[in-house]
């Protein structure tokens, strides 16, 4: 079994315990060169803002030299491409787009822009289905929880985290897996939501998911009581489950990341765990939002929404339900373990409110986008539950301030925003009919002012791409 190294800031007495290269198709070859920084600076005659948005059965790219002010069109100004789930901004170089397929392999695409600021394909992908994502180096990475080719006796197929390598350079793509069984050393299987890197390292967080037909089987010792084990078959969608295995975790009240030195996750990380906060990661049926990011200076901040607390047992099943609220929690630059100093209740403080999703802005700031309704509206209503408030969040001294100056008729935000210079552009909808614009977020000061109007149906993300000559 591979040896993980376990940071524990509770008792450790908790814990019971190749790749294949595939071709791309090539397209038009871009010089090599240009910005990788991503984030930051004005946009200048070798740069373009780059927005992606969906018209009718469409999606396209279009290009902006402002996100403050003007207007576009996804039909009139944009490129079609292909259609993704997720937009992924590689620096200022390339982006990709991510199809998650309803469950079946995924595929994607990735683009840069011309000499004429027209964004052109590259390369073109066909991968794994897609829970979580990011980049490491010259790649991007994708990550979800899948069957393996190990089974026990009875055909109980183990889990497995099955990992996809993009390359942004050549066009070659790569795979791996490693047993998501049992990966915490509790028994459990896990699913991993969010990756960052920085100090060198790379970090995700490992959301524990309860024990597999064949974690029950191999590891019957991790099972902590009996009758949380399914006795019938029930559940819906994401989150169904049969007879005999245990469908939601164990631990509720505890949350890991897992802190990676090499190039791959092939590498053995070590694991850092805390029971200051719950699993960290925004959840939406079976996709795991990330809520890890890391400061400027490298501190990693690590926010979780409190979601033990809606693993509430059924007439048919008992779970373990967890009690803690939402709340930050950090790692420092350069550190292992979690900081025993920091903690902040994010129901304590601003209007009290679970955070949904977070991203990093600059320096130390970040941008929440919280539970309007509450903690209760989370437990009870779950993805139905009202996300429509933002606040912006300070690390260093955990403050927090709500986001205003939106419109009364205030609809929903839209795909992932992008963030340069203290401040951070989101897509807000309406519900009088009017089109899609952007906002501009001050981090200082919480105020939002609109800015670019999209002429389409949705805005998906949004970021700076570098012409190339």
């Not at 099943?317 to 967890?322: A, I, N, Q, V």
Request: glycine content about 14%.
């Amino acid at each position: 079994m591979k040896r993980i190294h376990l940071h524990n800031t509770l008792a450790a007495a908790l814990l019971l315990g190749g790749g294949l290269l595939l071709a791309s198709c090539s397209k038009e070859e871009p010089a090599a060169g240009g910005d990788n920084g991503g984030n930051g600076g004005a946009v200048t005659e070798s740069s373009r803002y780059v927005i992606a948005a969906t018209g009718g059965d469409a999606s396209y790219l279009l290009t902006a030299e402002s996100l403050d002010e003007g207007s576009v069109s996804a039909r009139g100004d944009g490129t079609e491409v292909v259609g993704g789930t997720y937009w992924v901004f590689h620096g200022s170089d390339y982006v990709f787009s991510l199809a998650y397929n309803d469950g079946g392999a995924g595929t994607g695409a990735s683009y840069y822009l011309n000499g004429s600021a027209v964004p052109t394909e590259r390369y073109i992908y066909e991968f794994n289905r897609i829970t979580t994502y990011g980049t490491w180096g010259d790649r991007v990475i994708t990550v979800s929880t899948g069957d393996s080719r190990e089974s026990d006796a009875e055909g109980n197929i183990a889990q497995a985290l099955l990992f996809n390598y993009l390359d942004v350079n050549d066009g070659s793509q790569s795979a791996g897996s490693v047993l998501a069984e049992n990966f915490l050393g509790n028994g459990e299987k896990v699913s991993f939501a969010g990756i960052v890197e920085a100090n060198g390292r790379l970090y995700t967080s490992v959301v524990p998911m309860g024990m597999s037909h064949y974690g029950v089987g191999r590891w019957p010792e991790c099972v902590t009581d009996p009758d949380l084990v399914a006795k019938s078959d029930g559940g819906q969608g994401s989150g169904s489950y049969t007879a005999g295995e245990i469908p939601s975790t164990q631990y509720p009240d505890s949350a890991f990341v897992a802190i990676y030195d090499g190039d791959s996750f092939d590498s053995e990380p070590v694991i850092a765990r805390t029971g200051r906060i719950g699993y960290a990661c925004g959840r939406m049926r079976s996709q795991y939002y990330q809520t890890v990011w890391a400061a400027d200076n490298g501190d990693l901040y690590v926010f979780s929404p409190g979601y033990g607390r809606t693993a509430l047992p059924t007439s048919d099943l008992k779970k373990k339900t967890g009690t803690l609220p939402s709340g930050v929690v950090r790692i420092r630059a350069g550190e292992t373990d979690f900081d025993p100093d920091y903690y902040v209740n994010l129901e304590q403080i601003g209007t009290g409110h679970p955070v949904y999703r977070c991203w990093h802005i600059s320096d130390d700031y970040f941008l929440l986008q919280l539970y309007a309704g509450g903690a209760q509206d989370m437990i009870e209503n779950g993805r139905n539950a009202d996300t429509g408030e933002l606040a912006i969040f300070k690390g260093e001294e955990g403050s927090i301030i709500p986001v205003t100056g939106f419109p009364d008729d205030l609809a929903g935000f839209g795909g992932e925003p992008y963030c340069e210079e203290g401040r951070a552009y989101i897509a807000v909808t309406v519900s009088g009919g009017d089109m899609p614009a952007f906002y501009r977020i001050d981090a200082a000061t919480g105020r939002a002012v609109k800015g670019l109007t999209v002429e389409a149906e949705t805005i998906a993300a949004a970021g700076r791409l570098t012409i190339r000559q």
